[in-house]
């Protein structure tokens, strides 16, 4: 299992991070003109969104941040946890958004983070994680202990 | 575009379909020995848990059935909405546990279901709608007007 390189941290995105998250995005897809107001609000709802079982009451959104020794981010990523009727009114882990900066590539970041998410939903009682990805991030993603599942489908607006 | 038979209706879950959803959710997979209160219990957090965008308010969770001429449940699947930075902020939603009960196979509730689910998160703003499936229905899928995406994978607890 890697390390993070020396003084590099990961923690859960707080609102002073639009910069930092913003811009790590980018290298995934559009991120469009996300203003400062709409970022710190997007956060403030991550952290009011709770989800129960058992008895326990957890956050629903758990977005995260690699930062460098410098602070800066250099990597992000989230998974939220649903709630289902399914096994025993069971818990799923959905990853979404990883995203490395490109000139941090080769540190095993990615890898990190997955595993840092994934233990996270399983720790708080997921039964599974699961994510979608690219035909050819599936090697990676199999390295982080994923397995091959079934078929992403969209539809758009 | 297909039409429910005469008497069927489609709506949101209620607390009261507990043995109905419960029963047409087994033709999917594990459901466990959920209780009616963990049933009620479920379905009172996903009348609670709210989205919020561009200043709206709207429920997160979407779970929906659709009920025969008697009122039995036939069919059941969920539609939830995440926040999202990415595309402005935007929102995706997640259809999930699509069940129809293997007596009503033939009468395509399961499109139905699916066009009500897609219809509803992308008139409150998704930008896209995704759903994972096994190969085998990726056929079924295409015809509700999904298209091949990704890959899903998922690590067990």
Same mark, same amino acid.
């Given at each position: 299992? +890697?390390? #993070? +390189?020396?003084? /590099?941290?990961?923690?859960? $995105?707080? %609102?002073?991070? /639009?910069? =930092?998250?913003?811009?790590?995005?980018?290298? #995934?897809?559009?991120?469009?003109?996300?203003?400062?107001?709409?970022? *710190? *609000?997007?956060?403030?709802?991550?952290? *009011?969104?709770? $989800?129960?079982?058992? =008895?326990?009451?957890?956050?629903? /959104?758990? +977005?995260?941040?690699?930062?460098?020794?410098?602070?800066?981010?250099?990597?992000?990523?989230? $998974?939220?946890?649903?709630?289902?009727?399914?096994?025993?009114?069971? #818990? $799923?882990?959905?990853?979404?958004?990883?995203?490395?900066?490109?000139?941090?590539?080769?540190?095993?970041?990615?890898? #990190?983070?997955?595993?840092?998410?994934?233990?996270?939903?399983? %720790?708080? =009682?997921?039964?599974?994680?699961?994510?979608?990805?690219?035909?050819?991030?599936?090697?990676?993603?199999?390295?982080?202990? /994923?397995?091959?599942?079934?078929?992403?489908?969209?539809?758009?607006?």
């Amino acid at each position: 299992m +890697p390390v #993070l +390189p020396s003084g /590099y941290s990961i923690r859960r $995105v707080e %609102s002073s991070d /639009y910069e =930092g998250v913003v811009e790590t995005l980018k290298v #995934l897809t559009v991120v469009g003109d996300v203003t400062k107001e709409q970022f *710190e *609000e997007t956060v403030a709802y991550w952290n *009011e969104v709770t $989800v129960k079982s058992k =008895g326990e009451s957890m956050k629903a /959104y758990n +977005p995260h941040v690699i930062t460098d020794d410098s602070g800066k981010v250099v990597a992000t990523g989230n $998974v939220f946890i649903e709630r289902k009727v399914l096994h025993d009114c069971g #818990l $799923v882990g959905h990853i979404e958004d990883i995203a490395v900066a490109k000139n941090q590539q080769g540190k095993k970041l990615g890898q #990190l983070l997955i595993e840092h998410l994934s233990d996270l939903a399983l %720790s708080r =009682g997921c039964y599974k994680v699961i994510l979608d990805c690219d035909e050819k991030n599936v090697g990676f993603y199999q390295k982080c202990g /994923y397995s091959i599942k079934g078929v992403e489908m969209d539809r758009r607006s």
